[in-house]
C-alpha cells in the first residue's frame, strides 16, 4: 500500500493551460514537501508546506496543505514547457524529521 | 558548488562483479540514504545513515551495504551484482533538525547490469 498517491500519474497538455496534481493519503504529516525532477537530474525541492490549510505560491505554481494535514495539491498557472517534469510529493511524519516517504510521481508534459 | 556528488554517472556490470558507487556532500548534513528509482516503482529507499559510524535500512537494502565513516561520505556497495538492481541510483542528504528542510540530491547514477 502507497502512503502517499498522487494522481494524476500522467499528465499532457498545451502551453497556457491550467492544471492541478494531487497528493493523497490516510496519515497525518507534520510537513509536506514538493519536489520537481526532470530528466537525467535528481529531484529538487519546491516548496514545503507545514501548517494544515496553508497556501504557498511560487510564481505560476500553487501549493495547498489540506486542513487535515493528509492531503496536498499543486496549481499551475498557464502552464509552459519548462514546467516540464516528475513531480513529487514527499511526507515527514510525526516523530521523524529527517525521514521522508514519497509518492511515485506525477509525470507532466507541456506541449508547445 | 555545495551539493551532492555522485560517481560515476553511469555503469555497466556483469552480473556477479561487485562495485560502489560513490557518494560526498559538503553542506555538513547529518543525514544521508540512497534511493533507487525505477518506472512504476517511485523512489525506495535502500539506506540511511544519521551521522558517522550510524547506518540503517531501509525497504530495499538486499544486496547493497553501506557504511558512513565521515560526514561527507556514503559510499553504496553492490555485492554481487543481478539484473534486478538494473535502476537509476540517487544518493540524496539533508539536516535533520524541523520539518522546512528538504532533501538535496545528486544527480544520479545510471546501473545497467547484464
Known amino acids: 500500500t502507497q502512503l502517499l498517491e498522487q494522481s494524476p500519474q500522467f499528465l499532457s497538455i498545451q502551453e497556457g493551460e491550467n492544471l492541478t496534481v494531487y497528493c493523497n493519503s490516510s496519515?497525518?504529516?507534520?510537513?509536506l514537501q514538493w519536489y520537481r525532477q526532470e530528466p537525467g537530474e535528481g529531484p529538487v525541492l519546491l516548496v514545503t508546506?507545514?501548517?494544515?490549510?496553508e497556501v504557498k505560491k511560487l510564481k505560476r505554481l500553487t501549493f495547498q496543505f489540506g486542513d487535515a494535514r493528509k492531503d496536498s495539491s499543486l496549481h499551475i498557472t498557464a502552464a509552459q514547457p519548462g514546467d516540464t517534469g516528475l513531480y513529487l510529493c514527499a511526507g515527514r511524519r510525526g516523530g521523524s524529521n529527517y525521514k521522508l516517504t514519497f509518492g511515485k510521481g506525477t509525470l507532466l508534459t507541456v506541449n508547445p | 558548488n555545495a551539493g551532492v556528488t555522485q560517481t560515476p554517472k553511469f555503469q555497466v556490470l556483469k552480473t556477479g562483479q561487485s562495485m560502489t558507487l560513490q557518494c560526498a556532500q559538503d553542506m555538513n548534513h547529518e543525514y544521508m540514504s540512497w534511493y533507487r528509482q525505477d518506472p512504476g516503482m517511485g523512489l525506495r529507499l535502500i539506506h540511511y545513515?544519521?551521522?558517522?559510524?550510524?547506518?540503517d535500512q531501509g525497504e530495499v537494502p538486499n544486496g547493497y551495504n553501506v557504511s558512513r565513516s565521515t560526514t561527507e561520505d556514503f559510499p553504496l556497495r553492490l555485492l554481487s551484482a543481478a539484473p534486478s538492481q538494473t535502476s537509476v541510483y540517487f544518493c540524496?542528504?539533508?539536516?535533520?533538525?524541523?520539518?522546512?528542510?528538504?532533501?538535496?540530491f545528486g544527480s544520479g547514477t545510471r546501473l545497467t547490469v547484464v
Open positions: 545513515s544519521v551521522g558517522a559510524g550510524i547506518t
Open positions: 496519515s497525518v504529516f507534520s510537513s
Open positions: 508546506v507545514v501548517t494544515g490549510g
Open positions: 540524496a542528504s539533508s539536516y535533520m533538525e524541523g520539518p522546512w528542510y528538504g532533501y538535496t
